[in-house]
């Protein structure tokens, strides 16, 4: 069974027809060719298949293709500036040294973007409780964290119990 | 020495493709029409198919093709376009009669040196659930899932061995027929005469310690597709740490010419050691040929993934220590039985490998290793990072601790007794040290943890939640010299502006090697990093030959190879120079793009210029290139400890890491952050090791229980504490820029310092691991804590 769906993906509005039975993940990688999303589990446990739909990140191999009808999609490859430019939390995954195999940083660039843009203030244990839904085997999440950390630069905690406490 | 891009902490060369999203992984490239192979596992350990019937399956619409152990020869007809393979086609091999090995190692010209060949692409004999029986291919995911399902196959299901003492047990039924006792391998060494040293010794102390099955958990599952292309050649692109032995076991599991086969490797989600080995592209082959070539895809699902690709061996140790009373080791006698899986894989090697580098770290005048390697119908075990060291040394640096409680020696002062010395050649390996700093890598780790102040401080504990400090050390090789062949290749061209592409057998899977390579080659040319191109991609049709990513090998002997090829282009650079300038080419060098005076560093001619002329100079024009290959006789020995301080919640058998750190003597580092990222990522999997992570069988049937990332428990970001990551920075002499290995090193030691501190804060001495919080409180209730 197919049904016709209408989004955005990266601001380019698409309208196609897509099975009913198939994930975002499937649209977005074989028909639209969207590879940045990737797939590490099939069954929403690490994260790696991350966008942002309208802004709040999902796991897009268990989101079925036909509830984004509608809805404005971010994927990694729209995260960057047209010219080129990274924006801010690329720049700081690329710094802080948060990139090894590079198969879970999609995700994990996305979702810290989407806690950039939420404007919100987080202590570590939060921006950690955030980023727990994504699986990463090579960093031990330490450059992940302080990445998350440098792109939210402002936005973390740096109350007197944190470790971004700059004392007096 | 002074460099000027070696020691830096330069932007990884792929890191803007990563973030970006444009990277390309295996399964991100497609063909037209690709059609989808799907694998019909056993669902008994241990079982004989005695009929199947595909009729159904084949009947299904959009069913392209159905294999069994049965149809396999079949392949030969199906293939026979013209001379496609032309040893099957001509029926000189029947491919269901061909066992092959799937080890990443390099051939061996020696026959008895070769791997072990116990595996055929599809089995009329299950060895473990998961085993492959059938194969389906078809136009999409949805039937060929059908497909499997419309199999029907009939076993005959045998006793499932599913532990070592089971196998071993007398009159076990064989899991492979030709190997006796279930025993694939029983390679170990003594040195010296150990029952005489332990009868000289003042005290012999004496443990037993294990460890469980572990699985690497690369966040890329295994992927690949394979064709054949219209030069009727095997194409295979693939998720894989060793492109070129790739092609090899391909090529000897289908009988034809390896020249036959190309090996693709784009960019790789990880390995681990679980892509040193070679699980799926043999049946993706199979799957082409059997629809004519067409391109097929074969994508292992994660559950599929955790248990039909390879493990972490499960060891059991028996040691027994011979010690005086000054803490001088005399003798150390080491039984080890590892539990291997139903095919060899590496297991031959593995325990031998763990039980080689072991002996870096304190010599003694006897030492007796024997280890047994068991076939068992659990899934294979293979390499995984440390190959056979996180578990000989979470044994014996466990069993170190007990000696010092025992012996109430301070833990630090009893290793230091023993340890290795700088000029200590092996006896067996014939390696030499030649530079050692785990003395001051110690030192530097005590320092950093607070170590004398928290051993005072945990002394005398009561109360639910107790804190304890603990270390263990470790010595690693840089590649596997003398065991096997250390061969490198690198291949460097010099572009008009002075740019060069450098091109690389050594496989880049998220270690950041492609960076560290690139960094040596712009310290060698004098030109900055973004003037060197590194071709990420292996294809075994244009990159040199070099075995691959494993042993934590390339940077050290893949660096030789590099550094090698980059002096030979800088020479040539020089010479050109030379023949334009009429300056001797030994007063010149290349600094900032510039050739310039050596001494004085004044400005010659530029880069650019020198490289334009071998372009175009009508009458000298040959332009820069290198092609080197490097053999490494040699190996030079990494050291390291780890240092962890742990709270210990009694009630609920809760362990927290406190305080993590790890110090390494991997001589000069190359890039300090891509370094700490290896050492991160090797700590965070060296504490899902002591504290969470066990692949759980059923006892009885051996079937998996946990084979997912939800019920097998990966450490998440909220299960990781800080870690520190340090380095004593001496530069061994043998490397290339004085470097030793560090890819694999961070995980050997974490588990047993973990296992030390919650020993010192708890008196309770854990020699199983994981300690997770089941475990832990069971023995807690056990020795009366609670």
Redesign the interface.
């Known amino acids: 069974m197919f049904k016709r769906i209408a989004f955005t993906v990266n601001g380019k509005a698409y309208n196609f027809e897509v099975d009913v039975r198939e994930s975002l993940l499937d649209v977005l990688r074989s028909h639209l060719g969207f590879t940045g999303a990737k797939q590490g589990c099939g069954v929403g446990e690490c994260g790696a298949c991350s966008v942002l739909i309208d802004g709040v990140p999902y796991d897009t191999c268990i989101y079925l293709a036909v509830w984004a009808d509608g809805k404005d999609i971010k994927t990694i490859e729209g995260v960057a500036e047209k010219n080129g430019e990274l924006s801010d939390v690329q720049k700081a995954f690329v710094e802080e040294g948060a990139v090894q195999c590079g198969f879970c940083t999609p995700g994990l660039v996305l979702t810290t973007t989407a806690l950039k843009e939420s404007g919100k203030d987080y202590t570590r244990e939060e921006l950690k409780r955030e980023l727990s839904g994504h699986l990463c085997r090579c960093t031990g999440y330490q450059s992940i964290l302080k990445a998350a950390e440098k792109s939210l630069e402002g936005h973390v905690c740096t109350c007197v119990d944190s470790p971004h406490y700059k004392g007096k | 020495m002074a460099y000027t891009v070696v020691g830096k902490?330069v932007?990884?060369v792929?890191?803007?493709?990563?973030?970006?999203?444009?990277?390309?992984?295996t399964?991100?490239f497609?063909e037209r029409d690709m059609l989808v192979g799907k694998i019909l596992h056993s669902p008994y350990a241990h079982a004989i198919v005695k009929s199947i019937d595909v009729s159904k399956a084949k009947a299904l619409p959009g069913v392209e093709a159905v294999l069994t152990y049965k149809d396999l020869p079949e392949i030969r007809y199906a293939t026979a376009m013209p001379g496609v393979i032309e040893a099957i086609a001509t029926d000189e091999v029947d491919v269901a009669e061909l066992k092959y090995g799937t080890a990443g190692h390099p051939f061996s010209l020696d026959e008895s040196h070769r791997d072990k060949e116990d595996r055929y692409i599809l089995t009329q004999k299950a060895r473990f659930v998961g085993d492959n029986i059938a194969a389906v291919v078809a136009t999409d995911a949805?039937i060929a899932s059908k497909a499997l399902k419309l199999i029907e196959v009939e076993y005959e299901v045998l006793e499932a061995l599913t532990s070592t003492d089971a196998a071993l047990k007398e009159g076990a039924p064989l899991i492979h027929d030709d190997c006796e006792g279930n025993i694939l391998a029983s390679n170990g060494y003594a040195i010296g005469n150990i029952e005489e040293a332990l009868k000289e010794s003042d005290h012999v102390i004496e443990g037993e310690y294990e460890t469980s099955i572990v699985q690497?958990?690369?966040?890329?599952?295994q992927v690949s597709h394979a064709y054949v292309d219209s030069d009727r050649r095997i194409v295979i692109m693939t998720s894989t740490q060793i492109p070129h032995i790739v092609r090899r076991i391909v090529a000897q599991s289908l009988g034809i010419s390896w020249g036959r086969v190309r090996v693709i490797k784009p960019?790789?989600?990880?390995g681990?050691g679980n892509k040193q080995d070679v699980c799926i592209e043999p049946l993706n082959v199979a799957m082409s040929l059997a629809v004519g070539g067409r391109p097929v895809k074969l994508e292992l699902?994660?559950e599929e993934a955790m248990i039909d690709t390879r493990t972490r061996h499960a060891f059991k140790f028996k040691i027994k220590t011979g010690i005086n009373n000054d803490g001088k080791i005399n003798g150390i006698h080491i039984t080890a039985v590892s539990n291997t899986g139903a095919y060899a894989s590496h297991g031959h090697s593995i325990a031998s490998s763990g039980g080689g580098k072991f002996r870096y770290l304190y010599p003694t005048k006897a030492l007796k290793f024997e280890p047994i390697t068991v076939y068992t119908n659990l899934p294979v075990a293979g390499a995984m990072r440390g190959y056979g060291t996180p578990q000989i040394f979470f044994a014996f640096e466990s069993h170190m601790e007990d000696i010092a409680k025992k012996l109430k020696m301070d833990p630090i002062e009893i290793r230091k007794k023993n340890l290795v010395e700088v000029g200590h050649v092996d006896l067996l390996s014939k390696n030499k040290i030649m530079s050692c700093s785990i003395r001051e890598c110690i030192d530097k780790g005590r320092e950093l943890i607070k170590w004398d102040a928290k051993k005072a401080l945990y002394k005398d504990q009561s109360g639910d939640k107790r804190r304890g400090v603990g270390m263990a050390c470790f010595s690693y090789a840089s590649g596997t010299y003398p065991v096997a062949l250390e061969l490198a290749g690198a291949r460097i061209v010099m572009n008009q502006d002075g740019s060069v592409q450098l091109q690389l057998g050594a496989t880049e899977?998220?270690?950041?090697s492609d960076t560290v390579f690139a960094q040596m080659v712009a310290e060698v040319l004098g030109i900055p990093m973004y003037m060197v191109h590194v071709i990420s991609t292996q294809d075994t049709d244009i990159t040199p030959f070099d075995t691959g990513s494993y042993a934590s090998r390339q940077t050290y002997v893949s660096g030789m190879a590099v550094e090698k090829a980059a002096l030979e282009v800088k020479e040539k650079v020089l010479a050109f120079a030379n023949r334009m300038t009429d300056i001797p080419a030994h007063l010149l060098d290349i600094k900032d793009q510039f050739v310039v005076f050596k001494d004085s560093g004044e400005q010659v001619i530029a880069l650019e210029v020198v490289a334009m002329q071998s372009y175009y100079d009508r009458v000298n024009a040959q332009p820069i290139t290198s092609d080197v290959s490097n053999n490494a006789r040699i190996n030079a020995i990494p050291y390291g400890v780890t240092f962890a301080e742990v709270e210990v919640d009694i009630k609920t058998g809760k362990i927290k890491i406190l305080e993590i750190f790890n110090v390494h003597d991997s001589g000069k580092i190359v890039n300090p952050?891509?370094a700490?990222?290896q050492v991160?990522?090797?700590?965070?999997?060296g504490i899902g090791y002591a504290l969470s992570e066990q692949l759980l069988f059923d006892e009885k049937t051996g079937k998996p229980l946990n084979n997912?990332?939800?019920d097998y428990k990966?450490?998440?970001?909220?299960d990781?504490p800080?870690?520190g990551a340090a380095f004593v920075e001496k530069e061994d002499p043998t490397g290339p820029f004085g470097v030793k290995s560090l890819g694999e090193p961070p995980i050997v030691s974490p588990a047993p310092a973990i296992r030390n501190a919650v020993y010192d804060a708890t008196d309770v001495a854990f020699n199983r691991i994981p300690m997770n919080p089941q475990r832990v409180f069971e023995k807690f209730k056990e020795t009366g804590l609670i």
Not at chain 2, 267 to 270: D, E, K, L, P
């Open positions: 902490s932007t990884r792929d890191a803007v493709a990563k973030v970006t999203g444009k990277a390309k992984y399964d991100d497609s949805l690497h958990c690369h966040m890329e599952n960019y790789v989600g990880g681990f699902s994660r899977i998220g270690q950041g952050l891509l700490e990222g991160h990522g090797g700590v965070s999997m997912n990332l939800l990966l450490p998440t970001i909220m990781t800080d870690i």
